[in-house]
């Protein structure tokens, strides 16, 4: 059974940083894709970066470049986000996902192109 567990979230304060983890089980996923999204009360889940297999490629929100980073441990099939200069518009629900074909080095930005989701960790920023 394929299993994506996030952890990290918490409630900080609006300039603190965290590390968000997910760590995959019941398959390896060193040769795909893998992604962070995130959904805020009353919004549709949105992409915040994602990263091919060999670590070589990455994409990013808009809204999110230069403060967050995106990497993985192929070897602990885990992937982590670490997140920066913390917004309070950056408080929801953080997702993990991972695609189940190989892309190369694509980075789809859609929350249709990943097949494997986590079930989220609350991350809420103070202002």
């Known amino acids: ?11 900080v304060q609006a300039g603190g940083s965290l590390r968000l983890s997910c760590a995959a089980s019941g398959r390896t996923f060193s040769s795909y ?20 297999w ?18 993985r441990d192929n070897a602990k099939n885990t992937l982590y986000l670490k ?4 917004k309070p518009e950056d408080t929801a629900i953080y997702y993990c996902a991972a695609r ?8 789809p930005p859609f929350v249709r192109a990943y097949v494997y989701w986590g079930q989220g960790t609350q991350v809420t920023v103070s202002s």
Do not use: H
């Open 1 to 11: 059974q394929v299993q994506l567990v996030e952890s990290g979230g918490g409630l």
């Open 33 to 52: 894709a893998m992604g962070w999204f995130r959904q805020a009360p009353w919004t549709e889940r949105e992409f915040v970066a994602a990263i091919n």
């Open 54 to 71: 060999s670590c070589g490629s990455t994409y990013y929100a808009d809204s999110v470049k230069g403060r967050f980073t995106i990497y």
């Open 100 to 107: 189940n074909i190989p892309s190369g080095d694509y980075v």
């Open 83 to 86: 997140i920066n200069s913390l």
